[in-house]
């Protein structure tokens, strides 16, 4: 038998031992780097003291002063600092997750669409792809911006929708539902809803294992899902009404409101990305061996179950890495936000808080942080979701 | 044996890098050979470019100003143009020596942030820009408005200030650069544009119809605009001060650049004393003595500057109000130079 290394020799210096020698490495570079943070934050300190810059973060708890377009949770000027971080974190996920599940869905219909064998359908998506990729996405948030707000008439003359839905270029005005307390029922009869269709999920696949028989799960689940609640809605007398939003003074007041930078940006975001889950979709498909569903066709299966029971759940395992990756990119490119003010934690905390208080180095730090933690979150998912589509061996 | 050679010079190297003490402005400046100076993005009057793509206005003068003083050479500047969020990093970090970006001084920035203010080179106040067509005719009018500011400024906390006193509700628009606030305001995203007043005239010059719109009467803030420098560095923040109180002299004395080679012979003592015939003023400070002379020669005093860039001599048509000379009933009150 061959060896692969030598028996250290005794009469050889400790620097010329390989295996000790990479360990000395090692543990240089380790001390090189470790004392190359300590100068640089050293320096940093020190600069900073001496020219009498506050530190800490003392900050987060005084009051902001300034306004904000949009929060999910109550907010208003006399909150603090740490409260417009909550704020900007809240819009920045919000952006996000309509960015993620849009561009999701268009992404997989587009990728299956360039796939088709239909001429017209496969050119119109690659055409599709290829020019909304090939802009940069920073230019694609400005033009629809600029074109939402310039498509938009002034709040005065809103295009009304059964007099309950108003569009102007101040945004988007919905009814706003306001719960009374009898909605606790239909809020029961939802989830007693979802453990019916856990069961029935549970029996359609025991069914399916003896006779081999098809249930519409999906659809089932869905009626149950809308059919009961709404049906206890009623029963229980309307337990919630619409607050209808109205022009008031200057602007509609009441409802809820979409702004026009949540829609540009939801928006640009999702066609930017769903590009690249697109492309990543196609690849998954194409990476599926032909003889799959050749084998498929021979039992006589129809192309949408093939490509439902066949083919998706083997490209899926090559899609999911790839689009982790837009999922991730996405949600970073939020962040440009700032270009059209739409009020997300990159604006409102890494811009307008920061230079109210002036603390660059703990804001920068608490909003890189955020990205490094969504993105971790969004890997960790995302890998769970990858280790369950492997195949399993058996 | 190499690699353990240079695995310790690297080392020895980073040490090195860390002992960084800080720096002499003044000393670097000169050994640069150029002044670092921080403008606005694009602000009509106080820093914009021409139509031949050349900046002009009070702040990008003052940085002349500071250079005329400094390097004898008013054009040894180079510009950073920065918009109100990136200001005080880049001062603080040091990638500019003077920030002339029409600033407000306020206690929480002059104390906290490592900053000094050298005093205010233009006094403004902060006020609402409207379109003809809202119909109205005072602030108090606003109630419900949206506004559209820009973000990290002191605008934006005034405002705050002045809705709550009067018991208003608001909806904030908030961008970036002044550019896209009027975009803003154009493509009818808000009803109000709101800023220092002498910003408002600027932006209503890039309406298509700037008779369309008009400023209100009241005036919500005060705004003392002024450059600042890094705190620490008492020798740099002297000059510049001294550069803006030189310039105000200047006016005062009646020198400005068409005659201040004439004013070199001139019997009197204050402008004998500017100009550096006599005393050892620029001396005192590490300049020349020919210090304020170069401003005055190359830039101009103060007046003259307020003329050509905001005043009766460009399409701002602002009045001196209260950045008249304290003689003429303004505040603008330069300290004796003896």
Sequence with gaps: ?394 | MKLFKTATLSLAALAMTATVSMADTLDDTKKKGYLSCGLNTGLAGFAAPDTDGVWKGIDVDFCKAVSAAVLGDASKVKYAHLNAKERFTALQSGEIDVLARNTTWTATRDTSLGLNFIGANYYDGQGFLVSKKLGVKSAKELDGAAFCIQAGTTTELNLTDYFKANKMEYTPVTYDTAAQVIEGFKAGRCDVVTSDASQLYALRTQLKDPSSAFVLPEIISKEPLGPVVRQGDDKWFNIVRWTHIAMLNAEELGVNSQNVDQMLNSSNPSIQRLLGVSGKIGEQMGLDAKWAYNIIKQVGNYGEVFERNVGKGSPLQIDRGLNKLWKDGGLQYGAPIR
């Design chain 1, 1 to 394: 038998m061959k060896k692969y290394r030598k028996e250290p020799q005794e009469n050889v210096a400790f620097y010329n031992n390989p295996e000790k020698r990479a360990i000395i490495y090692q543990i240089l570079a380790l001390a090189a780097i470790f004392i190359f943070t300590y100068f640089i934050l050293n320096n940093m300190f020190t600069n900073i003291e001496k020219r009498g810059i506050n530190t800490g973060f003392d900050f987060l708890s005084s009051e902001a002063g300034f306004g904000i377009l949009q929060s999910l949770i109550e907010y208003d000027e006399s909150n603090s600092h740490g409260k417009v971080f909550i704020v900007g974190l809240l819009n920045t996920l919000l952006v996000s997750a309509i960015g993620i599940f849009f561009a999701s869905i268009i992404g997989l219909l587009i990728g299956i669409g360039r796939l088709s064998k239909n001429f017209m359908v496969s050119k119109l998506c690659m055409i599709y792809v290829e020019t909304f990729r090939n802009i940069p996405i920073l230019l694609q948030i400005l033009f629809w911006y600029n074109v939402v707000l310039a498509s938009l008439p002034n709040p005065r003359q809103s295009f009304s929708y059964f007099d309950s839905i108003f569009l102007n270029n101040r945004g988007l005005y919905i009814p706003k539902p306001i719960l009374e307390s009898g909605f606790i029922a239909v809020i029961i009869a939802f989830i007693l809803g979802l453990i019916a269709c856990a069961y029935l999920v549970k029996w359609a696949k025991t069914k399916h294992d003896e006779t081999g028989e098809e249930f519409p799960v999906v659809w089932t689940s869905l009626a149950i899902l809308i059919v009961a609640p709404t049906l206890v809605f009623f029963v229980s007398g309307t337990p919630a009404t619409l607050e209808y939003a109205e022009l008031k003074g200057f602007n509609f007041k009441g409802g809820w409101t979409l702004i026009p930078e949540l829609l540009a940006l939801a928006f640009a975001l999702s066609i930017y990305t769903a590009t690249y889950i697109a492309e990543a979709v196609r690849a998954g498909i194409e990476a599926v061996p032909k003889g799959q569903k050749e084998a498929a066709h021979a039992l006589g299966l129809k192309d949408h179950i093939i490509l439902k029971k066949v083919v998706l759940p083997q490209a899926l395992r090559v899609i999911i890495p790839p689009v982790i990756n837009q999922y991730l990119n996405l949600t970073k490119n939020s962040s440009l936000a700032t270009a059209i003010g739409y009020p997300e934690l990159v604006t409102i905390f890494a811009g307008t808080s920061l230079n109210q208080v002036g603390q660059a180095i703990e804001i920068i730090l608490m909003t890189m942080a955020v990205y490094l933690t969504i993105s971790i979150v969004i890997s960790l998912i995302m890998n769970y979701a990858n280790e369950k589509m492997k195949i399993k061996e058996r």
